[in-house]
């Protein structure tokens, strides 16, 4: 984290090191679109199964990526990623396992109603939110568990 202070300005603001947020936005892209098979993509809207595979793969991605950027971007070794650093990520995983498919039970059936009756832009806007909450809960959960 790093401190920040605008000019002679009293407020200061903590932000996240721009490498994790860029790896996360990355890790998030990799793990919620590329991964995501076309089966899972198309039926998640209307069967659980498919929802669950597509969360379980996004959580474990996640939780896989944030390991590495601890030790990539702070160069732990197996030594230093103790045990509560490993607790840690798992309860990460664990979030974003619940709050994803929470997130995507709703949206991914709205969704669906909006392109079946072709109302594209908000369907859009639809999935721009549905980027949003994951980001959100993302960014949110790493500031809750690392701070």
């Known amino acids: 984290m790093v401190e920040v202070r605008f000019l002679a300005s009293p407020l200061k603001f903590k932000i996240m090191d721009i490498s994790i947020v860029l790896y996360v936005i990355f890790a998030h892209w990799v793990a919620d ?3 995501q098979t076309d089966w899972q993509a198309q039926n998640k809207s ?4 498919a929802l669950l595979k597509h969360t379980s793969i ?5 939780s896989i990526g944030l390991s590495s ?8 070794n197996e030594s230093e990623l103790y045990v509560g650093t490993f607790i840690t990520i798992g309860y990460f995983g664990l979030i974003t396992f619940v709050a994803h498919t929470i997130t995507d ?3 991914s059936r709205i969704n669906s109603r909006l392109w079946g ?3 594209v832009h908000n369907f859009f806007v639809s999935v ?3 980027q949003f909450l994951h980001y959100a809960q993302l960014f949110i959960t790493l500031q809750y568990l690392f701070n």
């Open 128 to 130: 721009g939110f549905d």
């Open 105 to 107: 039970y709703f949206t």
């Open 69 to 76: 950027i601890l030790v990539i971007n702070y160069g732990l």
């Open 33 to 35: 679109f590329v991964l």
């Open 117 to 119: 009756r072709k109302e």
């Open 58 to 62: 996004y959580s474990l991605t996640m």
């Open 46 to 49: 209307k069967n659980n199964l």
